[in-house]
Protein backbone atom coordinates (compact mmCIF):
# COMPACT_ATOMS: atom_id res chain seq x y z
CA UNK A 1 0.00 0.00 0.00
CA UNK A 2 1.29 3.25 -1.17
CA UNK A 3 2.68 5.80 2.03
CA UNK A 4 0.39 8.69 2.11
CA UNK A 5 1.83 11.64 1.18
CA UNK A 6 0.07 15.02 2.64
CA UNK A 7 0.32 17.84 0.21
CA UNK A 8 -1.64 20.47 1.86
CA UNK A 9 -2.16 21.49 5.07
CA UNK A 10 -3.11 24.23 7.76
CA UNK A 11 -0.28 26.07 8.99
CA UNK A 12 0.83 25.16 12.54
CA UNK A 13 0.71 28.81 13.15
CA UNK A 14 -2.41 28.95 12.49
CA UNK A 15 -5.01 27.92 14.91
CA UNK A 16 -7.81 25.23 13.92
CA UNK A 17 -10.63 27.76 15.31
CA UNK A 18 -13.43 29.03 13.28
CA UNK A 19 -12.99 33.06 12.49
CA UNK A 20 -15.65 35.99 12.29
CA UNK A 21 -14.72 36.49 8.95
CA UNK A 22 -17.75 37.21 6.99
CA UNK A 23 -17.96 34.91 3.70
CA UNK A 24 -15.27 35.81 0.97
CA UNK A 25 -13.71 38.28 3.29
CA UNK A 26 -9.42 38.43 2.20
CA UNK A 27 -8.21 38.64 5.57
CA UNK A 28 -8.56 34.62 5.69
CA UNK A 29 -6.24 34.42 2.63
CA UNK A 30 -3.75 36.83 4.25
CA UNK A 31 -3.94 35.09 7.60
CA UNK A 32 -2.69 31.90 5.96
CA UNK A 33 -0.37 33.42 4.25
CA UNK A 34 1.66 35.33 7.50
CA UNK A 35 0.80 32.04 9.21
CA UNK A 36 2.85 29.89 6.35
CA UNK A 37 5.55 32.56 6.62
CA UNK A 38 5.92 32.49 10.36
CA UNK A 39 6.09 28.36 9.71
CA UNK A 40 8.65 28.34 7.16
CA UNK A 41 11.01 30.87 8.85
CA UNK A 42 10.83 29.00 12.03
CA UNK A 43 9.96 31.96 14.27
CA UNK A 44 6.78 31.28 16.02
CA UNK A 45 8.49 30.83 19.47
CA UNK A 46 9.92 34.54 19.04
CA UNK A 47 6.45 36.08 17.15
CA UNK A 48 4.37 38.26 18.93
CA UNK A 49 1.67 40.14 16.32
CA UNK A 50 -0.32 43.00 17.30
CA UNK A 51 -3.66 43.18 16.71
CA UNK A 52 -5.78 46.12 15.46
CA UNK A 53 -9.46 47.49 16.09
CA UNK A 54 -11.12 46.69 12.93
CA UNK A 55 -12.28 43.37 11.01
CA UNK A 56 -8.97 41.17 12.51
CA UNK A 57 -9.52 42.29 15.85
CA UNK A 58 -9.94 38.76 17.08
CA UNK A 59 -6.93 37.97 15.29
CA UNK A 60 -5.20 36.70 18.60
CA UNK A 61 -7.56 34.05 18.38
CA UNK A 62 -6.70 33.08 14.83
CA UNK A 63 -2.61 32.59 15.16
CA UNK A 64 -0.55 30.68 17.35
CA UNK A 65 2.13 33.36 18.46
CA UNK A 66 2.08 35.59 21.54
CA UNK A 67 -0.81 38.07 20.30
CA UNK A 68 -1.16 41.86 21.92
CA UNK A 69 -4.46 43.73 21.71
CA UNK A 70 -3.68 47.60 21.01
CA UNK A 71 -6.30 50.54 21.20
CA UNK A 72 -7.86 51.83 17.86
CA UNK A 73 -4.90 52.79 15.69
CA UNK A 74 -1.88 52.44 18.48
CA UNK A 75 -1.03 48.84 17.25
CA UNK A 76 2.84 50.79 15.60
CA UNK A 77 2.69 52.06 19.03
CA UNK A 78 2.87 49.00 21.03
CA UNK A 79 4.69 47.27 18.61
CA UNK A 80 7.65 49.51 18.82
CA UNK A 81 7.47 49.24 22.52
CA UNK A 82 7.37 44.90 22.23
CA UNK A 83 10.57 45.48 19.82
CA UNK A 84 12.49 47.90 22.01
CA UNK A 85 12.20 46.27 25.21
CA UNK A 86 12.48 42.44 23.19
CA UNK A 87 14.91 43.21 19.85
CA UNK A 88 15.01 39.73 19.60
CA UNK A 89 11.56 39.08 18.82
CA UNK A 90 10.01 39.31 15.80
CA UNK A 91 7.15 42.06 15.92
CA UNK A 92 4.21 42.25 13.30
CA UNK A 93 1.04 44.35 13.29
CA UNK A 94 -2.01 43.49 11.21
CA UNK A 95 -4.12 46.35 10.24
CA UNK A 96 -6.92 47.33 8.17
CA UNK A 97 -7.04 51.16 6.56
CA UNK A 98 -9.39 52.43 9.21
CA UNK A 99 -7.18 51.34 11.69
CA UNK A 100 -3.69 52.46 10.40
CA UNK A 101 -4.75 55.04 8.03
CA UNK A 102 -7.35 57.01 10.10
CA UNK A 103 -7.12 57.56 13.57
CA UNK A 104 -3.70 55.42 13.17
CA UNK A 105 -2.03 57.49 10.55
CA UNK A 106 0.05 59.59 13.16
CA UNK A 107 1.04 56.25 14.90
CA UNK A 108 1.91 54.91 11.19
CA UNK A 109 3.75 57.57 9.73
CA UNK A 110 6.03 58.50 13.05
CA UNK A 111 7.01 54.59 13.50
CA UNK A 112 7.96 54.32 9.66
CA UNK A 113 10.32 57.53 9.92
CA UNK A 114 11.83 56.18 12.82
CA UNK A 115 12.74 53.14 11.22
CA UNK A 116 11.10 50.48 13.87
CA UNK A 117 12.32 47.23 13.30
CA UNK A 118 9.04 45.92 12.97
CA UNK A 119 6.45 44.39 10.12
CA UNK A 120 3.17 46.01 9.36
CA UNK A 121 0.83 43.90 7.14
CA UNK A 122 -1.94 46.66 6.15
CA UNK A 123 -5.10 45.25 4.78
CA UNK A 124 -6.89 48.35 2.31
CA UNK A 125 -10.07 47.65 1.41
CA UNK A 126 -11.21 51.18 1.10
CA UNK A 127 -14.23 51.29 3.24
CA UNK A 128 -14.77 50.69 7.31
CA UNK A 129 -15.70 46.77 7.48
CA UNK A 130 -16.43 45.91 11.02
CA UNK A 131 -18.49 49.08 12.03
CA UNK A 132 -20.90 48.93 9.01
CA UNK A 133 -19.56 50.25 5.90
CA UNK A 134 -18.18 53.97 6.31
CA UNK A 135 -16.00 56.10 3.99
CA UNK A 136 -12.55 55.11 4.80
CA UNK A 137 -9.16 57.42 4.11
CA UNK A 138 -8.90 54.99 1.47
CA UNK A 139 -12.49 55.02 -0.43
CA UNK A 140 -12.43 56.06 -3.91
CA UNK A 141 -13.42 59.09 -5.30
CA UNK A 142 -17.22 58.79 -5.90
CA UNK A 143 -17.52 55.73 -3.92
CA UNK A 144 -20.62 54.87 -2.08
CA UNK A 145 -20.38 54.02 1.53
CA UNK A 146 -22.83 54.52 4.25
CA UNK A 147 -21.61 58.08 5.22
CA UNK A 148 -20.94 59.01 1.14
CA UNK A 149 -24.18 57.78 0.03
CA UNK A 150 -23.93 60.16 -3.42
CA UNK A 151 -20.08 58.97 -3.46
CA UNK A 152 -17.30 60.38 -1.92
CA UNK A 153 -17.18 63.76 -2.81
CA UNK A 154 -13.28 65.14 -2.97
CA UNK A 155 -14.38 68.52 -2.63
CA UNK A 156 -15.12 68.02 0.65
CA UNK A 157 -13.42 64.89 1.55
CA UNK A 158 -10.51 64.84 -0.37
CA UNK A 159 -8.65 62.15 -2.37
CA UNK A 160 -8.12 59.22 -1.05
CA UNK A 161 -4.77 58.16 1.35
CA UNK A 162 -2.53 56.35 -0.70
CA UNK A 163 -0.31 54.71 1.89
CA UNK A 164 2.68 53.13 0.00
CA UNK A 165 3.23 56.31 -1.59
CA UNK A 166 3.07 58.17 1.04
CA UNK A 167 5.38 56.05 3.28
CA UNK A 168 7.78 55.92 0.23
CA UNK A 169 8.64 59.44 0.88
CA UNK A 170 10.18 58.77 4.25
CA UNK A 171 13.89 57.84 5.05
CA UNK A 172 12.63 55.75 7.34
CA UNK A 173 11.08 52.51 5.82
CA UNK A 174 13.70 49.98 4.59
CA UNK A 175 10.87 48.22 2.63
CA UNK A 176 7.58 48.51 1.23
CA UNK A 177 5.25 46.72 -1.45
CA UNK A 178 1.52 46.59 -2.82
CA UNK A 179 0.10 43.38 -3.74
CA UNK A 180 -3.84 41.93 -3.52
CA UNK A 181 -4.80 38.38 -3.38
CA UNK A 182 -7.40 38.19 -6.20
CA UNK A 183 -5.99 35.17 -8.15
CA UNK A 184 -3.75 32.35 -6.94
CA UNK A 185 -0.77 34.23 -8.94
CA UNK A 186 -1.52 37.38 -6.68
CA UNK A 187 -1.60 35.26 -3.98
CA UNK A 188 1.49 33.80 -4.51
CA UNK A 189 3.09 37.28 -5.53
CA UNK A 190 1.45 38.38 -2.19
CA UNK A 191 3.17 35.80 0.16
CA UNK A 192 6.81 36.18 -1.44
CA UNK A 193 6.16 39.97 0.02
CA UNK A 194 5.06 39.23 3.29
CA UNK A 195 7.77 36.55 3.48
CA UNK A 196 10.75 39.30 2.72
CA UNK A 197 9.00 41.73 4.97
CA UNK A 198 9.50 39.13 7.76
CA UNK A 199 12.96 38.05 6.35
CA UNK A 200 14.08 41.89 6.23
CA UNK A 201 13.38 42.02 10.13
CA UNK A 202 14.88 38.76 10.80
CA UNK A 203 17.74 40.03 9.12
CA UNK A 204 18.17 43.79 10.73
CA UNK A 205 17.67 45.80 7.89
CA UNK A 206 14.90 47.86 8.94
CA UNK A 207 11.19 48.86 8.63
CA UNK A 208 8.76 46.74 6.42
CA UNK A 209 5.18 47.62 5.38
CA UNK A 210 3.37 45.25 3.00
CA UNK A 211 -0.27 46.84 1.52
CA UNK A 212 -3.18 44.31 0.66
CA UNK A 213 -5.46 45.32 -2.16
CA UNK A 214 -8.16 43.73 -0.55
CA UNK A 215 -11.93 43.57 -0.88
CA UNK A 216 -15.24 43.78 1.43
CA UNK A 217 -18.21 41.92 -0.41
CA UNK A 218 -20.50 42.39 2.76
CA UNK A 219 -20.20 46.34 2.86
CA UNK A 220 -19.56 46.80 -0.76
CA UNK A 221 -22.74 44.78 -1.53
CA UNK A 222 -21.50 42.55 -3.37
CA UNK A 223 -20.78 38.93 -4.29
CA UNK A 224 -16.72 37.75 -3.43
CA UNK A 225 -16.65 37.33 -7.29
CA UNK A 226 -17.97 40.91 -8.32
CA UNK A 227 -16.23 42.01 -5.76
CA UNK A 228 -13.29 40.94 -7.33
CA UNK A 229 -14.48 42.10 -10.44
CA UNK A 230 -14.98 45.60 -8.84
CA UNK A 231 -11.11 45.30 -6.92
CA UNK A 232 -9.77 45.08 -10.30
CA UNK A 233 -11.76 47.54 -12.17
CA UNK A 234 -11.07 50.37 -9.29
CA UNK A 235 -8.96 50.02 -7.10
CA UNK A 236 -6.01 48.71 -9.09
CA UNK A 237 -5.98 51.59 -11.07
CA UNK A 238 -5.80 54.19 -7.76
CA UNK A 239 -3.18 51.89 -6.17
CA UNK A 240 -0.88 50.35 -8.13
CA UNK A 241 0.48 47.37 -7.34
CA UNK A 242 4.48 46.69 -6.97
CA UNK A 243 7.44 47.70 -4.85
CA UNK A 244 8.17 51.30 -3.64
CA UNK A 245 10.77 51.11 -1.29
CA UNK A 246 13.38 47.98 -0.85
CA UNK A 247 16.79 49.00 0.26
CA UNK A 248 19.06 45.97 -0.45
CA UNK A 249 17.47 45.89 -4.43
CA UNK A 250 19.13 49.38 -3.99
CA UNK A 251 22.62 48.12 -2.62
CA UNK A 252 22.31 49.41 0.69
CA UNK A 253 22.79 46.84 3.85
CA UNK A 254 19.89 48.08 5.49
CA UNK A 255 17.59 51.63 6.11
CA UNK A 256 19.64 53.09 7.84
CA UNK A 257 22.77 53.21 6.02
CA UNK A 258 20.29 54.06 2.72
CA UNK A 259 18.91 57.20 4.77
CA UNK A 260 22.40 58.54 5.79
CA UNK A 261 23.09 58.51 1.97
CA UNK A 262 20.04 60.45 0.87
CA UNK A 263 21.34 62.75 3.68
CA UNK A 264 24.81 63.24 2.42
CA UNK A 265 24.59 66.01 1.02
CA UNK A 266 23.15 68.17 4.58
CA UNK A 267 26.35 69.43 6.51
CA UNK A 268 24.80 68.68 9.60
CA UNK A 269 23.09 64.99 8.64
CA UNK A 270 26.18 63.91 7.88
CA UNK A 271 28.37 64.46 10.81
CA UNK A 272 26.72 61.24 11.86
CA UNK A 273 25.53 60.77 15.82
CA UNK A 274 23.93 63.14 17.98
CA UNK A 275 24.17 66.79 17.73
Not at 236 to 244: A, D, F, N, R, S
Request: hydrophobic content about 40%; glycine content about 10%.
Amino acid sequence: MAEEKIVFQRPKSLLPVVTNYCPGCVHGIVNRLVAETIDELGIEGRTVGIAPVGCSVMAYNFFACDMAEAAHGRAPAVATGIKRVCPDNIVFSYQGDGDLASIGMAETVHAATRGEHITVIFINNAIYGMTGGQMAPTSLPNQVTQTSPYGRDVSTAGYPVRVCELLSSLDGPAYIERVTVDCPKNIRKAKKAIKKAFQYQIDGIGYSFVEVVATCPTNWGMTPQKAFEWLRENMLPYYPLGVYRDVVADGFANAAEAAAARAKDCPIASQGGKA
